[in-house]
């Protein structure tokens, strides 16, 4: 998080390539931008090392509540808020209401994390070599641990990035690293992954947000 030194403005953003949005002496925002922002759940209460995306995990309860306050302070008051029904990012939005009870929001499942099947909970390091490589080598079709495949999950991102661009307001996605990945594919241009290089490497910290324009075309390499 950055945030700019003075009495009447700040700038709020986490994340390579983050937007940062002026906000009034108030608190409330400079202006509604529209599109689309992006946020991070916070930190969950998982071993590092842990593959983990449909799995369940609770989050960090502080840096909840102060991910939940620095959101507070950006989004409009007819922002759209879609949130995974995932409940570290359900948390966040019981934390964000709690600040901002003029907010509503809805759970979305199309913007769930991946589901890695039979891989989900164990160390990454006991996942075997072959299967990561099998991942790689057919990175769009292949379903690793046997669930869901990166071209899915591309694909329910997708539907739920037009649902929103046909609505003239300004969104908000209270989501997940993988998530955020294909909302910065979809945005590029590019609705059909083929190849591993081609993921966006960078994802937002933990409590991140950035801002995807429905006109941006950010890097997809």
């Not at 991946?114 to 072959?130: H, K, S």
Request: glycine share 8%.
């Amino acid at each position: 998080m950055n945030r700019c030194r003075g009495n009447n403005t700040a700038a709020i953003a986490a994340g390579k390539g983050a937007t940062a949005l002026a906000v009034r002496g108030d608190g409330s925002p400079a202006t509604d931008h529209g599109g689309l922002w992006l946020v991070r759940h916070a930190r969950p209460l998982v071993d590092a090392g842990t593959c983990y995306g449909l799995t369940d995990v609770a989050v960090d309860p502080a840096e909840n509540r102060a991910a939940a306050r620095r959101l507070a302070r950006i989004i409009a008051p007819n922002a759209m808020i879609r949130s995974s029904p995932l409940r570290r990012c359900t948390a966040l939005a019981h934390a964000l209401r709690s600040v901002r009870p003029d907010l509503q929001w809805q759970t979305d499942a199309r913007i769930a994390e991946m589901d890695f099947g039979r891989w989900e909970g164990r160390p990454w390091r006991d996942i075997p070599r072959a299967e990561l490589d099998l991942w790689t080598a057919q990175f769009a079709s292949w379903r690793f641990g046997g669930a869901e495949s990166v071209q899915h999950m591309l694909d329910r991102v997708n539907a739920a990035w037009r649902d929103c661009r046909a609505i003239p307001a300004s969104h908000v996605w209270l989501t997940h690293a993988g998530v955020i990945r294909c909302a910065m594919l979809v945005a590029g241009g590019l609705h059909a992954i083929e190849r591993a290089d081609q993921w966006p490497r960078e994802p937002l910290a933990f409590g991140g947000l950035t801002r995807l324009s429905w006109r941006d075309q950010p890097s997809t390499t």
